[in-house]
């Protein structure tokens, strides 16, 4: 590549992805309530655009007149919030540095709680961004018809632009989330006050024209379909743990103004939900395959295509394609948190210029992609796998607060056995472990305990009733995976584990292994490439030999001859080329007998292949040359004491003049080819 | 990897794949004209399972009365079969050793015009195992409706088999496809056969119960119309060519050996096609989309359900399914050849151990498997698209052999203008240019030449009817697709030529670059990998350095103790770690700085980057740890004169005893972690 074309790209990715920001940096992201508002709230007033729809969905199976039950399922489901609410304030109060589900599982329950929690929440971040940008295309194309048929690309569009942004770091992105999330408050909340006027002054009429309805069944009214329908309404419940992971996003004091956004967060979505249950019952909305419930609300009260109308909808599309934004934030932080820890990749725990994890915004990006293609962005094809687990997150999470301030009813607590907990690097791999911080008295321990316990009982029950009840229609999926997961996890876990211990040098001294060195030069043909490495290898100032593996005759021939001809040129000190057989045309295994063969007679030496290695502008064009290398590099590098340098010869297409010069009049004498 | 797993494997591998082969049991692999039959004829033959029905797909917009224009079509394309026949018969006795419309558009016209030929050949051999495969499913789903559902599933396996079938080897798969040939041909006849008697006795009833029928049109039978309908039947011709391309896998005389089969198969799909355009006509078989004109004719001659019935049906399914193996024969074949040229990536060329071009196989798989997913394995669908490149591939050939005679037409001819050609090796690259042989006198030039011309322009003809009567449908893509390929492989061209004239050394000689080489061990963290590389840089027995990026400024610290601590020991031999700063925590532009600063001390010497590198067990393991390697690889291959040794650490899996023991009691002062 030259020069200038790197600077080309250098600049397009500081366009793209901003100006890299130094360690010291990460201080100033910290975000403000409002902005902390719009990019972990987002997530769960989004959900009010298609909880209610969700609800009727399911009961539509029992005819028009079930409707009627929407009224008394939302108020269930607004209590059940009360009670998350209170419980996560609590836990904010008490992991100031965050305390997610992950972080309390792993504290209060151990390392395996903990990778239940991880697993069921990367889950749930995923489908987040898959259910969030379904629903938020479908709105948009309720408004505008035409946009039907292209839902999927659509969707696929929004995703990739949002990997982009939070690959930009998670201030900016703030900023950018904050205004469509307040003006879609202002415009849901001018919807609930025209309705109530129009209500109020009897001017609240019905929807017309409904499109592609959904018709009626004539299924009883079973429990079993309440609860069905029910489950499917506490979807709105997903994205309230959003700002309990968040607080070190926020401004110092970091934990009060985390509860005071959550509060907010939590009284603004139960307003809300209840509010377009209540409307949508008034209006007589009805699930349709091609109109959101959302967008016959704004039609009843605004008109057909007025312009409140398409503000609303362009309200509700905005949060929702940007609620996604919220699993942008916590997925990556979680999937680092995991790396730390050990039981993922380490890749994911690497900050990038932009001091964001890179890695799993990328991943994040990728999975909700093949989500959305997978179940054509459709929302209702994808609630059955939603929710499970968030509810399961939720269990956990207050279980451990459980724990926790049963731990803290004492003044003088005995100090629990020793654990690792997490210092930003994996505790496994250093060997060190920290004792758990003495546990602080909490007067308040058995209010706390209540209410956390009253919390983790109800979810749990809630999560048990959403896997039993959509079961058959994709549940059975999340509930295979989250196990799998957690066997992946310690999988990787154990490798590194394994690794850490194989490397350790605790106590251990390795044996020594100081001897010479013996040199091959592996030749291939005879270009300036090879006597490229040929300078090198005769730069070391010692001796050396050089191979070439015969896989085929003819040019076996000419290789040796070029080799006198150009290499050697009659010089004694530069040894004879000596050849390989390889009737299979193979090329790894009769290196792999020559190497193997030097190496008995190194005794405690070593043996360096010395391959030359030719460099190109693109990456294309390198693929057009990367015969062997692969399977050479894979064959050596399994072999002990083997050491393998590589000369490089890069071959540029600009015009410039070529490396080598024309032959001066004293070498004349060299003969053509 | 364990030996053992590895010995698995290899097992696996040959059980698959068959024993490796060498290089002198190339010859062995010839093939007899009743096995070159089955191999080569199979396209051309099974091509009479949709072309009838193909022709009355389109005559049925103009009414079923419209059918009866089958008969006339049928027999026009018949004559154009035996034209393009006569004419094939020349080029095979031309050009003994593989008279493809490459090789005869490349001796003939020049690199251009082979490279058109190559494209047009190439994007025609992925449409017919498309083509092939997507109707022999059809086929069965005629006789199994369960089956319906399933055909984009079971399309893909069949791809999948016969790619594996086709990795072992040209004449175990000539075997194992000669059987269905056979069957195929016996099943046919013998159908015709049996029609014939029931016509002449006059039992021979119309088809009944035909599901989906196509309902018939009121379009205007125009000449438009009649052309679209030819030029579906003109898929019949599709494969005739692939006997031209594979002459060098017939026995001696291969021309002779060749002639005679490309004759008995022109005369056997004649007809065939005819048999069963007139019996298709006789039975009133009607298009359908879900049962195949195939499968309507066999229940009037056989009654529905029988097993004559199912027979016929397995017989012409299987040889569908095998036809696709004339591709499997032919793509890797031209591909290598192209590839020889430099207008192909190299890898297309080489040899597997099985003495197949595996990339070939392996890439003609992967596209037809591309195609059979976006075109949902539907034959009239994919037809749009075939059969362009044949006829253009049949014009260019034809009017190569009217070149090619026109230059035979004296006793002394003229020495024709330095061409270069085929050698099997990529003449570019070695620079080697070869006269084109003396054309000997051939006394029947005229007639040869009446022949060739007769074909180049009838097939001419029909290519461009085809174009344009199925443009909208599909034909513009293949238009376009053919001059893009042409330009990639224009591309791919320009490079190896550049490649080659950089790395030349004919007539130039090099700046000899002999100097010191300054080494530079790159230390990330220390434990045993990163002792095994200090003992490898003494072993050297020169001077070097060691460095470590600061990327972690706590981890820095403790790095830099234990470089104390476990390598120094107080010896002043070994070097101090030195310390390069990095506040972007970036790895890659500190690295690079520090090597442009050595190597501009160096003079006329080397930088020689020395790196440890953790070899795991297995790929998954390995991608777990490679965080920065790749991209440290690839900044240091830019610079020249810098070289990158790799010092490998093995890490297994298995509990064998870790490298290095436990520390002797002399060295128990060894202060622990």
């Known amino acids: 590549m030259t020069t200038s074309t790197r600077a080309q790209k250098l600049a397009l990715g500081k366009l793209i992805f901003g100006r890299p920001l130094a360690t010291e940096e990460l201080g100033e992201q910290a975000i403000s309530n409002v902005v902390g508002l719009a990019v972990f709230a987002s ?3 989004s959900s009010t655009a298609y909880a209610t729809e969700e609800i009727l969905v399911v009961l539509v199976a029992a005819g028009a007149a079930s409707f009627n039950l929407s009224i008394p399922i939302a108020f269930a489901i607004a209590l059940l919030l009360v009670i998350v609410t209170l419980s996560y304030r609590q836990t904010i109060h008490a992991y100031p540095n965050g305390g997610g589900a992950y972080i309390v599982s792993k504290t209060n329950f151990g390392p395996l709680a903990a990778q239940v929690a991880g697993a069921a929440l990367l889950t749930d971040y995923v489908l987040t961004v898959a259910v969030s940008i379904s629903s938020g295309v479908a709105q948009i194309a309720s ?27 998670v201030k900016e992105s703030g900023r950018v989330f904050a205004v469509p999330t307040y003006f879609f408050l202002v415009m849901a909340f001018l919807l609930l006050g025209v309705a109530l006027f129009q209500y109020l002054t009897g001017h609240l009429v019905p ?9 009626p069944g004539t299924e009883a009214l079973t429990g079993f379909l309440i609860l069905r329908a029910f489950s499917s309404g506490c979807t709105a419940l997903t994205g309230v743990e959003a700002i309990s992971n968040g607080i070190p996003a926020f401004k110092e004091p970091k934990s009060n103004n985390a509860a005071t956004t959550l509060t907010w967060m939590s009284g603004i979505l139960i307003t809300l939900f209840l509010g377009l249950t209540l409307l949508a019952h008034q209006v007589q909305a009805a699930p349709s395959t091609s109109e959101t419930v959302i967008s016959q609300v704004a039609r009843a009260i605004y008109g057909d295509n007025s312009l409140m109308y398409f503000l609303m909808l362009s309200g509700t599309s905005l949060i929702l394609l940007m609620a996604a934004n919220t699993s942008y934030a916590d997925f990556p932080r979680l999937a680092a948190l995991q790396a730390a820890d050990g039981f993922l990749p380490r890749q994911l725990g690497i900050k990038g210029s932009r001091l964001v994890f890179k890695w799993g915004i990328i991943v994040l990006g990728a999975l909700a992609s093949v989500l959305v293609v997978f179940f054509r962005a459709d929302t209702t094809a994808l609630i059955p796998l939603y929710a499970i687990g968030v509810f399961l997150s939720f269990t956990m999470s207050q279980s451990g607060m459980v724990v926790h301030n049963w731990r803290r009813r004492q003044q003088n607590p005995p100090l629990i056995k020793e654990m690792p907990v997490t210092t930003g690097k994996a505790t496994h791999i250093t060997g060190e472990h920290q004792m758990l911080p003495v546990y602080e008295y909490n007067p308040h321990w058995k209010r706390e305990i209540t209410i956390s316990g009253l919390g983790a009982a109800v979810t749990g029950v809630v999560m048990f009733v959403f896997v039993i009840t959509k079961f058959a229609e994709g549940a059975w999926f999340v509930t295979l995976l989250i196990p799998c997961m957690v066997f992946v996890f310690y999988r990787v876990h154990r490798h590194y584990t394994n690794v850490a211990l194989r490397l350790k040098l605790n106590g251990r001294r390795p044996t020594h292994r100081i001897g010479k060195v013996k040199r091959i030069l592996l030749v291939d043909s005879i270009h300036l490439g090879t006597l490229a490495m040929v300078d090198y290898a005769k730069s070391l100032g010692e001796s050396w030999e050089a191979i070439h593996i015969a896989i085929d005759p003819d040019n076996t021939e000419k290789v040796l001859q070029r080799w006198e001809q ?20 193979q090329l790894v295994k009769p290196l792999k007998e020559k190497v193997e063969f030097e190496l008995e007679l190194a005794g405690e030496g070593y043996v360096n292949v010395i391959m030359g290695h030719l460099v190109m502008d693109s990456y294309w064009e390198q693929a057009l040359h990367q015969n062997s290398q692969i399977t050479l ?7 002990p004491h083997v050491v393998v340098t590589k000369v ?17 009049p004293t070498t004349a004498a060299l003969p053509a080819n």
């Open 43 to 45: 997530d769960a007033l």
């Open 207 to 215: 929807v017309k024209n409904v499109q592609d309805a959904i018709v």
């Open 143 to 169: 408004g505008i018809p035409g946009l039907q048929d292209y839902r999927i690309e659509i969707a696929l569009l929004v995703i990739f632009v949002m990997t982009i942004i939070n690959l930009r770091g």
């Open 648 to 664: 490089p010869y890069q071959i540029h297409n600009a015009d410039d003049v070529p490396h080598g010069t024309p032959p001066p």
């Open 633 to 639: 590099d894979l064959m050596l590098q399994e072999i």
């Open 566 to 585: 150009y290499v050697r040129r009659g010089n004694p000190d530069i040894p004879n080329l000596e050849i390989i057989a390889s009737p299979f045309r």
